[in-house]
């Protein structure tokens, strides 16, 4: 305490204290001036754009100019004063402190600021969720690297420090390999899209809707109601097969008839299948054709297009198509073949 003391009992002591207060209320001045002639001036230019993050940006920037003015003023005017040794260490590096806080703070809200808002810009929930979950990381980066940069800058020996972090991030690395992993799965399925939230996937022989896609594992909700928690991982090396991305459906029916049924009707069997194809709203026509003579019937193949991912609507359009059929070949008189065999007994 008598070595912090001593310079201020000297008489030469108070002419640069004069300096130095000098200097603080110069510096003061200048950092009012400067965010005064901000505001005044850079608001006309932001005042005409129609975001609001120029603005706050803006904001952002005036609010940290005048302390950090303040603390770089004080700085310039410590180092005036005649003090050395661990008190004017100390100082220092209580303002170089504040000074990398108020920065890093200042480019916190800045960089999340803008994320924010490229988030709303971009018509894609998936990637918005995505940016804004890597908010956190982005925060801790940041701090990350203002925290070196001033252990460096106050003169700390950062051989030992880089490395305890290798040391400490190979073991981190191996006890983290399958977060990371599924991690990076996450933004695998976020980018590259195979299915979003509410679409209804086939995987595994598992069919599901996708309810919610998650850092480590997707949660999806079978058919039968239960949930299926599956790994990220396990979903992009499956083969997905996603309905909810289907224009149309295709869907493939035959028809069996009797051996009995005459040509004349077997001629006429493809036009009235295509009329009664044609009457549904739900469902385009595509070919139906005699293609065989089978076992125990005379075989049309009808092929015909739904075009709408529901599942409910084409099952309905298809049970619509079959009823129609039946009612045409009972009034027809055509009956349809089932599985026989004949057995011819020799006496």
């Known amino acids: 305490m008598e070595k912090v003391i001593e310079p201020i009992l000297q008489p030469g002591f108070y002419i640069p204290l004069g300096k130095s207060i000098s200097i603080f209320i110069i510096g003061t001045f200048i950092t009012l001036l400067v965010a005064y002639s901000c505001r005044n001036i850079l608001s006309k230019f ?85 940016l804004k979950s890597l908010s956190p990381m982005l925060r801790a980066v940041i ?24 040391a400490g991030g190979i073991g981190a690395g191996l006890a983290l390999k399958d977060p990371v992993q599924e991690f990076f799965e996450y933004i695998t399925i976020l980018l590259d899209k195979p299915f979003q939230n509410g679409e209804f996937i086939n995987i595994d022989n598992i069919w599901a809707t996708v309810e919610r896609v998650g850092v480590r594992s997707t949660r999806l909700r079978s058919l039968s109601g239960e949930v299926i928690i599956m790994s990220n991982s396990a979903l992009t090396s499956g083969v997905i097969s996603n309905y909810a991305e289907m224009n149309y459906r295709r869907l493939v029916t035959r028809i069996g008839v009797v051996y009995e049924t005459p040509v004349a009707k077997m001629k006429e069997i493809p036009g009235l299948i295509k009329k009664i194809v044609d009457s549904v709203n739900d469902a385009s026509f595509d070919r139906c054709h ?26 309905e359009a298809q049970q619509k198509i079959n009823l129609e059929i039946m009612d045409l070949f009972e009034k027809e008189n055509i009956a349809f073949a089932f599985p026989t065999q004949t057995i011819n007994l020799q006496k």
């Open 290 to 315: 005699f293609i065989e003579f089978g076992d125990f019937n005379l075989c049309f193949e009808l092929v015909y297009y739904i075009p709408t991912s529901n599942y409910v609507r084409a099952m």
């Open 143 to 166: 701090w990350g690297i203002g925290s070196v940069f001033y252990l460096q800058n106050i003169g700390v020996q950062m051989a030992a420090i880089w490395a305890l972090l290798s």
């Open 46 to 130: 932001t005042s005409k754009t129609k975001t609001e993050t120029d603005d706050y940006i803006l904001n952002v920037v005036i609010k940290t100019i005048k302390p950090l003015g303040l603390v770089l003023s004080f700085s310039f005017a410590w180092v005036i004063l005649p003090f050395e040794g661990t008190v004017d260490t100390f100082f220092l590096g209580v303002t170089k402190l504040i000074c990398l806080i108020l920065i890093v703070r200042l480019l916190n809200k800045i960089v999340l600021r803008v994320i924010q808002r490229w988030a709303l810009k971009i018509d894609d929930s998936s990637i918005s969720s995505m």
